[in-house]
């Protein structure tokens, strides 16, 4: 047997991983490549969360957005950390990066528009996070990571029972019941595609292989169907998406994927899309990317400045 032969069967065997000693080249890298999504996509969930926590409809809620924001700048720190041990350059990774090179997920590129979609937003967003991790905490090889998401795994099931909260108290009025449903309206179709592609259009996963991961795309996608859907059938939101008996498994009832219009914010479900042109308009990145991006990387630059001003 060859070295990756080798790792594969130790890691199908139950060897844990420990440091990049370890590891080999594919391994390596599909591990940087799992935690720089993850880091990204926790630090790139706060300017969102930070166009509206302001907005909270009392102290109580305010200051529990404000713990979830300071879980999330916490767990990117965890996934840096440990870029950092892979030997990553993280300075260069955080404040040296082009804003469309970053790699969280699309939706994280709109700004909010009321208290009701950060709801809307730990609700459905957080449960992906929660799902994607739990997966990884379970299945994962690499030793460091799982042992850090014991602490974020706790968290993330914080945060969507937040989420929760917001919405279930919002549908108990009118006018903040037709807030939940048109967030939910946007955001439903942007939860799955935090899962990725199709299986059918994946040739091989090294995060599967080196067991970075437990479950596919399409079982994670319908993990999260299988919690998402009853809670929002509970609490009297409408989604595109039922149980189907026959099948014994999660329906879409829609399109998906499917054409997006950005600027309104709205699925056009009438316009079927491939994932290729999915991933295309992840590409070209959302409205608030670069307002984003720069919001995280603006202190480094502010203190360069005040170095430079101080050598001179």
Same mark, same amino acid.
């Given at each position: ?46 300017? #969102? ?22 879980? *999330? ?31 969280? #997920? ?6 909010? !528009? ?11 967003? !957080? ?6 991790? @739990?997966?990884?905490? *379970? ?35 009118? *006018? ?59 609490? @009297? ?6 149980? !189907?008996?026959?099948? @014994? ?5 829609? #399109? ?20 290729? @042109? ?31 001003? *101080?050598?001179?």
């Amino acid at each position: 047997m060859n070295q990756t032969e080798v790792l594969l069967d130790k890691i199908r065997n139950g060897f844990v991983l420990e440091c990049k000693e370890d590891m080999n080249e594919e391994y390596l890298r599909a591990l940087k490549q799992t935690l720089t999504i993850v880091g990204d996509t926790e630090l790139l969930s706060v300017p #969102p969360l930070l166009t509206v926590y302001n907005q909270a409809p009392n102290l109580n809620y305010k200051i529990t957005a404000l713990a979830v924001i300071q879980d *999330e700048i916490g767990h990117a720190h965890i996934a840096y950390r440990l870029l950092e041990d892979l030997g990553e350059a993280v300075e260069e990774l955080l404040y040296k990066r082009a804003a469309n090179r970053w790699k969280n #997920p699309y939706a994280f590129d709109f700004k909010l !528009d009321n208290w009701i979609e950060l709801g809307v937003f730990n609700g459905l967003f !957080d449960r992906a996070g929660y799902t994607l991790l @739990g997966d990884a905490f *379970e299945h994962t090889s690499y030793g460091p990571w799982k042992r850090a998401l014991m602490k974020v795994d706790k968290e993330e099931l914080f945060h969507l029972r937040n989420g929760e909260i917001i919405m279930k108290a919002g549908m108990k009025n009118p *006018e903040t019941a037709k807030e939940v449903q048109e967030a939910v309206d946007w955001m439903f179709l942007m939860g799955l595609e935090f899962f990725g592609v199709a299986d059918n259009l994946k040739s091989r996963s090294a995060q599967l292989d080196y067991k970075l991961k437990g479950k596919t795309n399409d079982q994670l996608r319908q993990k999260w169907l299988s919690t998402a859907v009853p809670f929002c059938e509970s609490i @009297g939101v409408k989604v595109p998406a039922h149980y !189907d008996e026959e099948q @014994g498994k999660y329906v879409i009832d829609v #399109p998906f994927p499917c054409k997006f219009d950005v600027e309104n914010k709205k699925w056009l479900t009438d316009q079927p899309d491939t994932w290729e @042109g999915v991933i295309e308009r992840f590409k070209k990145r959302g409205p608030q990317n670069q307002e984003f991006v720069t919001r995280i990387q603006k202190g480094f630059f502010e203190m360069e400045e005040l170095r430079a001003e *101080e050598v001179s």
